[in-house]
T-cell receptor, first 111, second 118 residues
Framework: SQQGEEDPQALSIQEGENATMNCSYKTSINNLQWYRQNSGRGLVHLIL?????REKHSGRLRVTLDTSKKSSSLLITASRAADTASYFC???????????FGTGTRLLVSP | GAVVSQHPSRVICKSGTSVKIECRSL??????MFWYRQFPKKSLMLMAT?????????EQGVEKDKFLINHASLTLSTLTVTSAHPEDSSFYIC??????????????FGPGTRLTVL
């Protein structure tokens, strides 16, 4: 399977703390994207980082990409209860064609 | 952003019946749509790529005759689960790739359809 691996599988933190999720993938990529999914819902696109980029920021989100290690991390700073969701990384090796999703991290942020 | 809808959001059917799920891009044209399947607490697995006006491309292990895909227009793709069985129960999600405009080539996801086969 080409599916990426994410760790941790589950993460439980308090509001205000930072949450870090890691994603590893197996093949060369054109870009890597992070998505959030609330329980039983569709996916919300968070951020995209291209293979020639190393770091990207969007609000409280910070994404890094290390193509030599085939890994990425998503950092959510100053977490809120509303950040509780599952987070998936997804890679594409041909521009914006089909995505291969990671296994996901379930994040629980307690008030 | 661009909006993708799915209908129905939930469906319960009897074993042996067929179920059709619609995926629509509401405010943009999509030459390509993707169908994913997600089991509880699991990741999304790509089932097939649907191209407007041509046959869908199925991923390895996905039965073409079981999961019929039709992409008849630039705003609509349908997935029909034929002769559904309990093991087909799952969450089905579509995404649409934008053709043209400020979101050209980006993918937007529908809210998903929960299928339960009794």
């Amino acid at each position: 399977s080409q599916q990426g691996e994410e760790d941790p599988q589950a993460l439980s933190i308090q509001e205000g703390e930072n949450a870090t999720m890691n994603c590893s993938y197996k093949t060369s990529i054109n870009n890597l994207q992070w998505y959030r999914q609330n329980s039983g819902r569709g996916l919300v696109h968070l951020i995209l980082i291209r293979s020639n980029e190393r770091e990207k920021h969007s609000g409280r989100l910070r994404v890094t990409l290390d193509t030599s290690k085939k890994s990425s991390s998503l950092l959510i700073t100053a977490s809120r209860a509303a950040d509780t969701a599952s987070y998936f990384c997804a890679t594409s090796n041909t521009g914006f064609q089909k995505l291969v999703f990671g296994t996901g991290t379930r994040l629980l942020v307690s008030p | 952003g661009a909006v993708v809808s799915q209908h129905p959001s939930r469906v319960i059917c009897k074993s042996g019946t067929s179920v059709k799920i619609e995926c629509r891009s509401l405010d943009f044209q999509a030459t390509t749509m993707f169908w994913y399947r997600q089991f509880p607490k699991k990741s999304l697995m790509l089932m097939a790529t649907s191209n407007e006006g041509s046959k869908a491309t199925y991923e390895q292990g996905v039965e073409k005759d079981k999961f019929l895909i039709n992409h008849a227009s630039l705003t609509l793709s349908t997935l029909t689960v034929t002769s559904a069985h309990p093991e087909d129960s799952s969450f089905y999600i579509c995404s649409a790739r934008v053709a043209g405009g400020p979101y050209h080539n980006e993918q937007f996801f529908g809210p998903g359809t929960r299928l339960t086969v009794l």
